[in-house]
């Protein structure tokens, strides 16, 4: 059963003419990630690489394709954890770096801190010689065009946020044994300056730990971190529910207590794995015993050769 790679590519309802992108890029996502689970490597350096290839993709609200926020400007977040050890890095609210989650991995292994924002996270970026990156090359005109229509007075960012592409995530286990989980995102459309979302929060946009599993979601941010949506799965794991179940159980109780939409990718110790979602469309991809196998609607498991480069 091992190794495994689990990533997402946001929840939500995917305009059709994006979906394909959406579905194709996680793909070479878990592609790339499971390479290094191939040939040895851990599962920490698989969900940064994977997550890596995601912010690269402008189809995504991450990186290079972040929505902007109320000023219409990009403000992301970040969060990786190591299950062996709780190790934890994360960023928030930073600008002008290309790839948030390799900048939370060097806050868990440079720092005694677990997560650095906005300007204090740009100095850490330039003393670790990490390039910034101009603004502009963060911004997408499909992230402009969808700002600029929720700047109307009447305008729901909540519920367009929905009909976008979303965060990015990924779990994995490595031949090792050892669990990882990161996610990225740019967060909510025309959000406040400075707002901060659950991606960085140990427990809400991520959770790992060997013991349990790992989990890594996606949805409604404020939702998320009511229900510690992350850590509130693995609970339920701890006390003896599949993967699978865990996270049905807690995507039902985050829509029934808090109205919250989402997702989620899990694993376990074993290389068991989930992909679900409460929303209408998820797009993920899991790459396991050189299968690689896909989705985007509820109950789809599409699979192919993990060599297949469509």
């Known amino acids: 059963m091992l190794p495994v790679l689990v990533v997402h590519g946001g929840a939500g309802h995917i305009p059709k003419v994006r979906a394909e992108l959406s579905c194709a890029g996680v793909r070479s996502a878990v592609r790339g990630g499971y390479t290094i689970l191939q040939g040895g490597g851990s599962a920490m350096d698989a969900v940064v690489e994977a997550v890596t290839i995601l912010e690269n993709n402008p189809a995504y609200n991450a990186g290079c394709g972040s929505v902007l926020n109320v000023k219409g400007e990009v403000e992301m977040d970040a969060i990786v954890m190591d299950g062996r050890t709780l190790a934890s890095g994360a960023v928030s609210a930073v600008r002008n770096i290309a790839n948030p989650v390799q900048l939370a991995r060097l806050v868990m292994d440079k720092t005694s801190h677990l997560c650095l924002t906005a300007e204090g996270a740009g100095q850490f970026a330039r003393t670790m010689g990490v390039p910034q990156v101009p603004a502009e090359s963060l911004i997408t005109e499909y992230s ?34 050892n669990i990882a989980c990161a996610t990225s995102t740019g967060g909510m459309l025309n959000k406040m300056e400075g707002r901060v979302g659950d991606t960085p ?110």
Not at 151 to 176: F, H, I, R, W, Y
Not at 265 to 292: C, E, F, N
Request: aromatic fraction near 6%; charge should be negative; hydrophobic fraction near 40%.
């Open 144 to 177: 402009r065009m969808r700002w600029r229509k929720n700047l109307a007075p009447d305008a729901n960012p909540v519920e367009c946020q929905m009909g976008s592409m979303g965060t990015v995530g990924a779990v994995a286990v490595d031949a090792q044994g």
């Open 201 to 310: 929060c140990v427990g809400c946009g991520g959770y790992a730990d060997n013991k349990m599993g790992a989990v890594s979601p996606t949805g409604h941010g404020e939702a998320i971190m009511k229900v510690t949506l992350a850590r509130l799965i693995l609970f339920h794991m701890e006390q003896g529910l599949s993967a699978e179940a865990a996270s049905d159980l807690a995507l039902a109780y985050m829509k029934e207590r808090v109205g919250g939409l989402g997702g989620v990718v899990t694993v376990d110790p074993q290389g068991r794995w989930a992909a679900r979602m409460s929303s209408l469309q998820m797009s993920w991809a899991a790459a396991q015993k050189d299968t690689l196998h896909y989705g985007l609607y509820h109950g789809e498991d599409f699979t192919q050769s993990i060599d297949d480069p469509h």
